[in-house]
C-alpha cells in the first residue's frame, strides 16, 4: 500500500501562560510567563514553578473527577470548538502522550493511564482503542509521530494526540534529587544556564489525511536512542544528530529549507550543550532556535504536543519567538540561539525532544501554502 500523506488540522494548548494557542503565544511574544514558588526538599529550597494559579484551577476542575481527567477533558472541547465541530469522528484513534501523569494517584484503579485514556475515549465518542505514549520527556513528539506513522499506513483515517502532565510532588522531588532546577528562572541556550523550571500543562493536536483546511504536513519523523545514560544525555549529542538526519532525509529536506527549529531546551547544562552540538553537526548554524520551556517550563511527556502547537503557531503567525534571558550563547556548539523577535516566512519547522535513557526525536512539518 501507497503511504498516504499526512496532515495536522488543528492545535490547541491549556497552560498556566493562557488558555488556548492564541492566547499563550501573545504572552510569549510579549516576554511574560506564568509562574509561583514551589517550597522543595527536605530545606524546604524555593524554587520557580510554571503552574496553573487557583483561579485557572477553578475553571478547569469538574466536582468528582480527577484534575488530570478535567485537563484532558477541557483541552478536547477547546480543540473541538476551535474546529467547528461538535464532536469527533467515531473513527479517531485516541493517542494519550504523558510522563507521570497523575502518579500521586496511580495506586487507584480509576487513575492507571491506560484507564485514563479508555475513558476519555469513551466520553469522546471515539471507538479505536486508545494508545498511551510514556517515553519519559520525548512522549509528546514519540505520540504524534505514532499517529502519522498509523495515517500514513493506513492503520487509522484520523487521530486525536493529546499530551499532559501535572506538577506534583513526586515529579519535584525526583528533578531536586537530580539537582536540575534552577532557583531562579530558566535561562535556556545561556552560558550561565544551571537548571530547568518545571511546569504542567496540556495540549491536543489533530491529524487526518485531508490537505484542505490543513494547517501542515507531517514530512519526516524518526528517533533513536544513544544509550548514554539513564538520565545523562550523550556529550557528543550523535544520538539526536542521527534522529534529526533521519527525519530530514525522510521529509527529503535539507537543512537549509528550514525555517525554525524547536528544541528541547530545558536549560540544564548537558542538554543544552549537547542539543548545540548535534545541531551544529547538522548544519543547522543558522537557523533560529526557541526553547520554548523558558515560558511553559519543563511540562515533561506533554512538552512536545505543546511545542509543537506553538510551531503550527510560528507557521501562521510567520514570527519566532526569541529565546528570554539569553545574554552570552557560549554552548559548545554554535547554533542561533540570541536572535531577536523575528518576522519572516515560515515554512518549515524541525522539532525535536530529547529525554531519559537516551532517548531521542524529531519531526519536520511543512505549512500547507
Known sequence: MKARNTYIRSAEVLLPLGAGLDAAFDAMEAGRCTWEYRNVGPEGRRFPCMAFTREQKKAIEKEGVSFLDALLAKVSQMLLRKMECSSFPPDTLLVFCTTKADIEALELPSRQLWHTA?????????????????????????????????????????????????????????????????????????????????????????????????????????????????????????????????????????????????????????????????????????????????????????????????????????????NPRVKDPDLGGSIYVDHPLTEKPVNKVLKTASGFGGCNAAIVIGKIC
Open 118 to 322: 479508555a475513558k476519555l475515549a469513551q466520553q469522546l465518542g471515539l471507538a479505536p482503542e486508545p494508545i498511551v505514549v510514556s517515553s519519559a520527556c520525548i512522549s509528546g513528539v514519540s505520540g504524534v509521530t505514532l499517529a502519522a506513522q498509523y495515517i500514513r499506513r493506513g492503520v487509522c483515517e484520523r487521530a486525536l494526540v493529546l499530551g499532559a502532565d501535572l506538577l506534583t510532588d513526586f515529579v519535584l522531588s525526583g528533578f531536586y534529587s537530580f539537582k536540575a532546577m534552577s532557583a531562579e528562572l530558566c535561562r535556556p541556550y545561556d552560558a550561565s544556564r544551571d537548571g530547568l523550571n518545571l511546569g504542567e500543562g496540556a495540549a491536543a493536536i489533530y491529524l487526518d489525511t485531508q490537505r484542505e483546511g490543513a494547517l501542515a504536513e507531517v514530512l519526516g519523523y524518526a528517533q533513536s536512542n544513544d544509550a548514554n545514560h539513564i538520565s545523562g544525555p550523550s556529550r557528543t549529542g550523535e544520538g539526536l544528530a542521527i534522529a534529526v538526519r533521519n527525519a530530514l532525509q525522510q521529509a527529503r529536506t535539507g537543512m537549509e529549507q528550514i525555517d525554525f527549529i524547536s528544541a528541547h531546551g530545558t536549560a540544564t547544562p548537558y542538554n543544552d550543550e549537547m542539543e548545540s552540538l548535534a545541531l551544529e553537526s547538522c548544519a543547522a548554524g543558522t537557523v533560529p532556535v526557541t526553547g520554548f520551556k523558558a515560558f511553559t517550563g519543563h511540562t515533561l511527556g506533554a512538552a512536545g504536543v505543546i511545542e509543537l502547537a506553538f510551531c503550527l503557531e510560528t507557521m501562521r503567525r510567520n514570527r519566532i519567538i526569541p
